[in-house]
């Protein structure tokens, strides 16, 4: 679960754009402890900690500890992942137009993977 914790900690200040000295600053946590929660011994923080932590993100403890967010009562979908969160926020602010051809590249390289991998299985 630490392992968990600290992979997601480092992709939501990467997504961010944020430092461990800024997190710190804004969370009133220890940079030297926000260090630990991101280092290779990977604690965790006691529970007060990660709900500042949390609260300075924008997420839930539960995402931060696990990587689900089953707290969210609207309907908008949440993404786990920075990146699929990124990518979401950039095709929002596409045309109509460009947002179809994203789809059409995305859907080309869906079939393209599937056929790659049915090759693949028969040819192993």
């Given at each position: 679960?630490?392992?968990?914790?600290?992979?997601?900690?480092?992709?939501?200040?990467?997504?961010?754009?944020?430092?461990?000295?800024?997190?710190?600053?804004?969370?009133?946590?220890?940079?030297?402890?926000?260090?630990?929660?991101?280092?290779?011994q990977?604690?965790?923080?006691?529970?007060?900690?990660?709900?500042?932590?949390?609260?300075?993100?924008?997420?839930?403890?539960?995402?931060?500890?696990?990587?689900?967010?089953?707290?969210?009562?609207?309907?908008?979908?949440?993404?786990?992942?920075?990146?699929?969160?990124?990518?979401?926020?950039?095709?929002?602010?596409?045309?109509?137009?460009?947002?179809?051809?994203?789809?059409?590249?995305?859907?080309?390289?869906?079939k393209?993977?599937?056929?790659?991998?049915?090759?693949?299985?028969?040819?192993?």
């Amino acid at each position: 679960m630490e392992r968990i914790f600290r992979k997601i900690l480092r992709d939501e200040l990467d997504y961010q754009g944020l430092t461990v000295k800024e997190l710190a600053a804004k969370s009133s946590v220890a940079k030297g402890a926000i260090d630990s929660y991101l280092g290779k011994q990977a604690s965790m923080p006691p529970a007060d900690v990660a709900v500042r932590i949390a609260a300075t993100l924008g997420v839930t403890v539960e995402y931060l500890v696990n990587g689900q967010d089953g707290s969210r009562e609207t309907p908008v979908p949440f993404f786990s992942s920075p990146k699929k969160r990124l990518m979401l926020h950039i095709f929002d602010e596409l045309v109509s137009e460009d947002q179809k051809l994203v789809l059409d590249f995305v859907k080309l390289l869906k079939k393209n993977r599937e056929e790659g991998d049915m090759r693949q299985n028969f040819i192993g």
